[in-house]
């Protein structure tokens, strides 16, 4: 299919901040050839600072580093270095708090996939798929802050692929209780990450903060958009979340109940009749489906199913009675792409289509 030209007809420059690290090195990958953003520059820590991108890189993706991005020089993350109007922060959350806030009053759009604004009530918390037209909220963070730039950030990682496996089903029956266990890809520890000695052969039964942001993040996820905040779903959410032995992807296994109690067959019938939000299925970076149904009864697993849709889809399979709650399930997502990097530039994508940032929007 041939790429929606860029609103405006050029290609907008944009930045990566924490762009050496393995969520800004998805971020580059991605942004190299995209139809409607220019990656113009790229930052890093002050050790990187002034070398060549090739240079302060450690590139781990199995595909060759995008010659676009080789020669960029690394600069600090200071507004008064990086010129482009968007940014996307992949910065570790003890150093992004500052550096996005510094971003945004200096009129940038700032996409963070850091926890550290996530649940502020003027700033939207996004899944695309989910609930895109809660970024129409930063009119109000605008006006609120008074300042002329704007401030997304996407969800947890494991939030993000429970959420787009549980949003179809919300809507059609009202979730009101979750149990869940995650069982999550070492890469969501970045890099360096886990050591391997903790790891082969293991199961590690704690993440640190993972618990409560799944629990905290998924009712303002499945929440409803208001003139000055996000009304939260009314949804009880226990998370139990492990790490494993998995390079990429992210398994959450779902027990659920809903106010209008479905079978399993009407379930199905929801799961694949979605298409996600209005207006996200044109974008460039968007797949052809949100949703995969897994129809195997030993599917989904994250090494043959964590590249659906090109790591932006997630799978669902096992939809099968609960006895104790009404619905069992269980869902795969590639926890760097549709769960961080992928969603922050499709969520980009959705703000340029639709006019929300004024200044920015070509």
Not at 15 to 32: I, M, S
Not at 152 to 170: D, E, F, R, W
Not at 271 to 281: D, K, N, P, T
Not at 324 to 349: I, K, M, P, T, W
Request: glycine share 10%; aromatic share 4%; net charge neutral.
């Amino acid at each position: 299919m041939t790429p929606r030209p860029a609103p405006g007809g050029q290609r907008l420059p944009v930045a990566v901040l924490g762009a050496t690290g393995a969520v800004g090195q998805t971020f580059v990958r991605l942004l190299a050839a995209h139809p409607w953003f220019r990656l113009a520059e790229v930052a890093a820590s002050e050790r990187s600072a002034g070398k060549p991108y090739a240079q302060a890189t450690a590139w781990l993706d199995p595909s060759p580093m995008p010659a676009a991005a080789a020669a960029l020089p690394v600069t600090a993350c200071d507004p008064a270095v990086v010129a482009a109007p968007i940014v996307f922060s992949a910065l570790d959350s003890g150093v992004a708090g500052d550096v996005e806030l510094a971003f945004a009053r200096a009129g940038r759009l700032v996409l963070s996939n850091a926890k550290n604004h996530r649940m502020a009530p003027d700033v939207p918390l996004v899944v695309p798929d989910v609930n895109a037209d809660h970024q129409h909220l930063l009119a109000h963070q605008r006006a609120v802050r008074g300042w002329t730039g704007a401030l997304v950030t996407n969800s947890n990682c494991a939030a993000a692929v429970i959420a787009m496996a549980l949003k179809p089903l919300h809507d059609a029956f009202g979730l009101r209780q979750l149990f869940v266990t995650t069982l999550q890809a070492v890469s969501g520890a970045g890099y360096p990450g886990v050591p391997s000695l903790d790891i082969l052969g293991n199961v590690i039964p704690w993440i640190a903060d993972e618990e409560p942001k799944i629990e905290a993040e998924l009712p303002k996820l499945l929440g409803t958009l208001g003139s000055t905040g996000i009304e939260g779903a009314g949804v009880a959410v226990s998370a139990q979340v492990t790490r494993v032995p998995v390079e990429h992807g992210h398994t959450a296994c779902l027990a659920a109940a809903f106010t209008g109690r479905p079978t399993a067959e009407e379930a199905l019938e929801v799961l694949a009749a979605w298409r996600g939000a209005a207006g996200v299925r044109d974008l460039p970076s968007a797949p052809a489906s949100p949703l995969v149904l897994a129809a195997a009864t030993d599917r989904p697993q994250p090494r043959r199913d964590v590249m659906a849709g090109g790591g932006m889809s997630v799978v669902v399979g096992r939809v099968r009675p609960d006895p104790v709650l009404d619905l069992r399930l269980v869902a795969v997502g590639h926890n760097v792409v549709v769960g961080a990097a992928g969603a922050s530039v499709l969520n980009a994508e959705w703000l340029l289509a639709n006019g929300v940032v004024p200044g920015v929007a070509a």
